[in-house]
């Protein structure tokens, strides 16, 4: 276990790093684009920016993916490092899109100049060609507000699933907590019974020994009661024959 977090947090450092060069890379693009002059300059650096904060979006997701394995501590203390990872890429993402319309408007300029100009030139009164122009350059600006929208409500969605995935890792891992619970639990309880099973085996031998020290004390004690009783009843035996020989003593005695 303590291989594998320190190889967990290896890992997550040269993400940080990763991280921090594609964010690094992001701001540069960012920086650069605010002083482009053509919209098309503008947009290819803006888009250079975007591919850079998506790239970040990727490494934060596997930093996360890596924290699952991390104990509680040290993930929490991730979880709040990449909170400010996310608050970063939203803003820089924001300043994107804000260079983007920028870069909208700016074209949008420049193609009515030119048509003015054209139509200038070309000797036009308030004919209904520049109004026409206008109407599609007005249609392109609504066109291109809407794709950003979109852009926008993708972004918020695909934060959404992101944060649904890390709750249902979560979910994962505590799933997976209280499976070993589980298995601790029937573990122990196992424990137990054996014990329990041994308690008593232990108990009904102690019973019987105890049964078998009473029948010895009992056979001890009826041995000791029988050698006693033989051992009172045997001087009392040969008293009738030294009477009987008293008795004929006395009889020579007389006789004589």
Sequence with gaps: ????????????????????AHISAANERAEQAEH???????????????????????????MELEGRSLP?????????????????????????????????????DCIREELFAAHNGNGYGGGGVPNERSRMLANND????????LKDVNAVTMDMEHTANSILGDLASQRETLMRS???????????????RLLRSMARRAATNKLILYVVIGLIVALILFLMYTGMVSPDAPAPA???????????????
Excluded: H
């Design 1 to 20: 276990t303590l291989l594998r977090d320190v190889l967990a947090m290896g890992s997550i450092d040269d993400y940080e790093s990763d991280y921090k």
């Design 36 to 62: 482009c002059k053509t919209p098309e300059e503008r947009r290819s650096v803006v888009a250079a920016a975007e591919r850079a904060v998506e790239a970040a979006k990727d490494v934060i997701q596997l």
């Design 72 to 108: 509680s501590d040290r993930r929490a203390r991730l979880q709040a490092m990449l909170r400010g990872f996310r608050t970063e890429v939203s803003d820089l993402k924001s300043l994107l899109r804000e260079l983007k319309s920028k870069s909208t408007a700016q074209q949008s």
């Design 142 to 149: 609504r066109i291109a507000a809407g794709t950003d929208r």
């Design 182 to 196: 589980r298995n601790t639990l029937n573990f122990a309880s196992a424990g137990l019974e054996n014990s329990s």
């Design 242 to 256: 030294n009477a009987a020989a008293g008795s004929e003593w006395q009889r020579a005695e007389k006789t004589g």
